[in-house]
């Protein structure tokens, strides 16, 4: 359908954008596989794009001047997140700091304070609990964006940055609840 709107036919597909996680573990494995296959049957590159930076790009374009750092969040149930961080650099750029990782609600409220901001879905939750100070980036950017992954896919496509289709697979942070059921 989205093809046909965008008058496109599937072989005209050079190359497909994925978020490949951190996420939900059938979110992931459905989107990732859905997009390698698509691939593969149009003969499309594939690019994969990590969760929290979307949402951290998404983030940039609303920070004041005066924040430094930007801590990106969504839930990994537990109690935990899955969790980014990102400093500003000169030129107002932005590097990654600490890659994704999972930590506890506590760990993860102590990243905050005065000069950081913040942003990501684990937001619904905890926002409230965020130290005094602590920049939260308006709500409409806390969830990925397919706009957005598709400025992220680009940048990498520009540069001759591809995945590979037989390679790729969703960032999986941690085993899922019913293999460590399973092993237990």
Avoid: C
Avoid at 142 to 158: D, K, N, S
């Amino acid at each position: 359908e989205l093809l046909s709107q965008a008058g496109w036919q599937p072989a005209e597909v050079q190359v497909v954008a994925v978020v490949v996680g951190p996420g939900s573990f059938t979110g992931l494995r459905v989107g990732v596989t859905s997009a390698k296959t698509f691939a593969y049957a149009v003969n499309a590159r594939v690019v994969a794009i990590n969760t929290l930076d979307v949402i951290a790009e998404q983030a940039y374009r609303t920070l004041p001047a005066q924040v430094t750092r930007l801590t990106v969040a969504i839930d990994a149930q537990r109690g935990e997140v899955f969790a980014a961080i990102y400093e500003r650099g000169p030129g107002d750029t932005w590097s990654l700091q600490l890659p994704a990782a999972i930590m506890t609600q506590t760990e993860w409220l102590a990243t905050l304070g005065p000069g950081t901001a913040v942003s990501g879905l684990a937001l619904e939750k905890l926002a409230e609990h965020a130290s005094p100070g602590t920049f939260i980036v308006p709500q409409e950017q806390w969830m990925p964006q397919a706009v957005t992954v598709g400025q992220l896919a680009a940048r990498r496509v520009a540069s001759g940055e591809f995945d590979d289709l037989w390679q790729l697979a969703p960032l999986y942070m941690r085993r899922s609840a019913a293999e460590e059921k399973f092993d237990a």
